[in-house]
């Protein structure tokens, strides 16, 4: 059975940081892409960043760049997105979304954790 389960959300200021983990298991973790989806009340979920495998290479969404950080420990089953410099606008539900890179495609889906950013 495959499990994301993520954590590390929380209430934050504006300016802070949190650092989100997705642990993987039920899953060969190396043939999966990893990715950190958000969705904002009313708003479409939409992609954050994503990590791939195994080579590891990052692509951030530009309201992101340079504040989040995605990584991922192969050796854990676990991926980790650092983010900095918080804003009001990063409010979300984040998801933990992975994506098999290879022959069958499977794509599985975490339950979501809350990132409130807020004074």
């Known amino acids: 059975q495959v499990r994301l389960v993520e954590s590390g959300g929380g209430l934050v200021q504006p300016g802070g940081s949190l650092r989100l983990s997705c642990a993987a298991s039920?899953?060969?973790?190396?043939?999966?892409?990893m990715s950190w989806y958000r969705q904002a009340p009313g708003k479409e979920r939409e992609l954050v960043a994503t990590?791939?495998?195994?080579?590891?290479?990052?692509n951030y969404a530009d309201s992101v760049k340079g504040r989040f950080t995605l990584s991922r420990d192969n050796a854990k089953n676990t991926m980790y997105l650092q983010m900095n410099s918080l804003t009001p606008e990063d409010t979300a539900v984040y998801f933990c979304?992975?994506?098999?890179?290879?022959?069958?495609?499977?794509?599985?889906w975490g339950q979501g954790t809350q990132v409130t950013v807020s004074s």
């Open positions: 979304n992975v994506r098999r890179v290879v022959w069958p495609p499977q794509n599985y």
């Open positions: 990590i791939s495998s195994p080579g590891g290479s990052t």
């Open positions: 039920g899953i060969t973790f190396n043939l999966y892409d």
